[in-house]
């Protein structure tokens, strides 16, 4: 019998509340690769960042792979089981990254985080759902949940480049394995024993296509993030392993089409939202892999560490706010979805050109404040209203296709081609900006030549970056033309509303969903 939440009834509402959030801020965090620290990894494996990068993606690959078997490993297993193993399972797999010198064991490893780590979230995202939208509306939970974990990603990353500065690239690795005991502990503890429904067996869940989904989404990683190391397409590994994505998804698409219980239902796909969304989170990548162009700028231009460029990113955070604040009133009054979602890539474009306006040799770090806000209104802004417009009118089965494919595709594919695109548009700029300034030059001719040449490559890079901000000004305008001339259905919230009923165990006999 389930009670209507995942803890037990002695524990007062309060607490379950807090017990809540800190789980989910807990699994939101753990990660396998710490953004903010890519370079000090790194640089104490000696090895290339591509490798580290590697790993930082394949975190987000096994989450995708995770949420197709989410809600048959919730009904096969009791929620106190599921957020216990899944968090020791994490904290052995932290102190593997923390102790190994293989890139490959950390890759390995990040996958696997990715993978673990939804579980234990699912648990906590239910319960959290009906506390901030009781009546189902998933667009007030998104205004609030989306801004939550944005902000969180922020300051914890804020926190890590701390920890690292002041210690060891291990440090954060050790103390969120620590944590993940410490949410073992607490499930142990005030969770119970109830089931969330029948006990269902898991040999029905068609494991081959969840190898092959994570296969393939793993070949197009090692694809575009070695592109520009190894040459681009005259890499032969570049070449096999893009085929061997291809064939691989095709594979999985082939073989979902002769399934009786489908892993993934491609029909999604069918959906106007959901192929539209799909389109704009590609492009949100785009924009999001803008943030090398600014790291290139920061570090090789202006001399900036990682602790400081975290530390700017946390002017995001009012931005991220703002946009939580417009989508609650804006989906509480039914405003146009293409309208919220124009504003974001104006936001996107508009952060670009201050980037592009202000990129000189010597800049104060206080210039940077203002575009940084402006990225994390956007960001904000995207992340809250395309998840939700790719949300409307699924049932479940549907639902969690389109939740595992857009989440490998929002958080890594888009921002692999987008930042592949980028790095190749940055790499040819800074090179025709470099022969362009050296042309006819002689250093060796020159008194003090070599420093010369040094700050000819300081032109170079800063050129290279307008470039490319220049470039991401102008998308704006067919994105724009895409966004407004694309039809939005309207809202509709009886799917979320019809799941709340199942969950609290309430009838749905009669229950019509159209």
């Known amino acids: 019998m389930y009670n209507k939440g995942p803890f037990a009834s002695w ?22 690769v710490y953004v903010s620290t890519i370079t000090d990894v790194s640089g104490a494996m000696a090895t290339y960042t591509e490798y580290i990068s590697l790993a930082n993606n394949a975190g987000a690959i096994g989450m995708g792979t995770s949420i197709f078997i989410v809600l048959r490993v919730k009904m096969r297993f009791r929620s106190k089981e ?50 901030i939208a009781p009546t189902g509306d998933n667009g007030r939970f998104y205004s609030v949940f989306y801004p939550l974990t944005i902000v969180l990603s922020q300051v914890s990353a804020c926190y890590f480049s701390t920890l690292v500065f002041n210690g060891s690239w291990q440090s954060p690795y050790f103390m969120m394995a620590a944590v993940m005991l410490v949410v073992a502990a607490l499930s142990q503890i005030f969770q119970h024993n109830q089931r969330f429904c029948f006990k269902m067996p898991l040999y029905q869940i068609d ?4 190898v092959l989904f994570a296969a ?16 681009w397409f005259i890499s032969p590994w570049i070449n096999a392993s893009l085929l061997g994505g291809l064939v691989l998804f095709g594979l999985l698409i082939y073989r979902q089409n002769f399934l009786k219980r489908k892993l993934i239902n491609f029909k999604v796909f069918k959906r106007p939202n959901v192929i539209h969304a799909t389109v704009l989170l590609l492009l949100l990548g785009v924009y999001m892999a803008s943030t090398s ?25 009012p931005g991220i706010i703002i946009s939580g604040i417009m989508a609650f009133f804006g989906f509480k009054n039914k405003w146009p979805i293409k309208y919220y979602i124009a504003s974001g890539f104006v936001a996107f474009a ?10 000189q040799p010597n800049m104060n770090i206080e210039y940077l404040e203002y575009a940084m806000i402006i990225k994390g209104l956007g960001m904000g802004i995207l992340f809250i209203g395309v998840w939700f417009y790719a949300s409307l009118n699924l049932s479940m089965d549907l639902l969690l296709g389109m939740m595992g494919i857009l989440i490998a595709v929002r958080s890594f594919l888009g921002a692999a081609i987008g ?4 790095s190749w548009a940055s790499y040819q700029a800074q090179w025709q900006s470099l022969s362009d300034m050296s042309n006819q030059l002689d250093v060796g001719l020159i008194p003090n030549g070599m420093a010369i040449y040094q700050n000819i490559s300081l032109n170079a890079v800063m050129a290279s970056s307008k470039i490319v901000l220049g470039s991401l000004i ?5 994105i724009l033309l895409y966004i407004f001339t694309h039809s939005y259905g309207k809202f509709n919230f009886r799917r979320v509303v019809l799941l709340r009923k199942r969950i609290r165990g309430n009838s749905v006999k009669g229950y019509k969903l159209s």
């Open 11 to 32: 524990v007062p509402k309060p607490l379950m509340l807090l017990l809540i959030l800190v789980i989910i801020f807990a699994t939101l965090t753990v990660s396998g």
């Open 82 to 131: 599921i957020i216990t193993t899944c968090a020791i399972l994490i904290a052995v797999l932290l102190y593997m990254c923390g102790t190994t010198e293989n890139p490959w064991i950390l890759v390995v490893c990040s996958f696997f985080i990715g993978f673990f780590k939804m579980f234990p979230m699912i648990e906590m995202l239910l319960p959290l759902m009906f506390i």
């Open 207 to 210: 494991w081959l296509s969840l």
């Open 216 to 231: 393939s989404f793993m070949c197009f990683n090692y694809a575009f993030v070695f592109m520009k190391q190894q040459g």
């Open 293 to 317: 162009v600014y790291t290139q700028y920061a570090v090789g231009v202006l001399g900036y560490n990682n602790l400081v460029n975290a530390h700017t990113n946390l002017w995001m955070v």
């Open 350 to 359: 508009l952060h670009s050109y201050i980037l592009y306006a202000i990129i």
């Open 419 to 422: 930042s592949a695109i980028l």
């Open 474 to 478: 102008w998308l704006l305008l067919p």
